[in-house]
Nanobody, 121 residues
């Protein structure tokens, strides 16, 4: 069972990027999914989360610029990032609660490997 993130890169200020993160393996359920980021010398911080029913939550710093969504059929969460700023530069990590046992009612927290987003001219 793993989460794999894609879509990072170098973009100019004001540009856009779309991150995706797919859960794979023996998965019997997914509850909350989300994106976090960690800039050099800083602690990891929440960017956005989405529940299994589609309710979303955003950090104040990204509200109105970033949109989180998910495709439950594909076990995938997305982060559309618009109007990017140099302050958005960080390694972005996806996170999800996964139920990995057919008869296990509990969810375990998993992290993806991180993808670098650099906003610079």
């Amino acid at each position: 069972v793993q989460l794999q993130a894609f879509g990072g890169g170098l973009v100019q200020p004001g540009g856009s990027l779309r991150l995706s993160c797919a859960a794979s393996g023996s998965i019997f359920g997914i509850n909350d999914m989300g994106w976090y980021r960690q800039a050099p010398g800083k602690q990891r911080e929440l960017v956005a989360t989405i529940t299994s029913s589609g309710s979303t939550n955003y950090a104040d710093s990204v509200k109105g610029r970033f949109t989180i969504s998910r495709d439950n059929a594909k076990n995938t969460v997305y982060l559309q990032m618009n109007s990017l700023k140099p302050g958005d530069t960080a390694v972005y990590y996806c996170n999800a609660g996964l139920r990995t046992g057919r008869h296990n009612p509990f969810y375990t927290n998993y992290w993806g490997q991180g993808t670098q987003v650099t906003v610079s001219s």
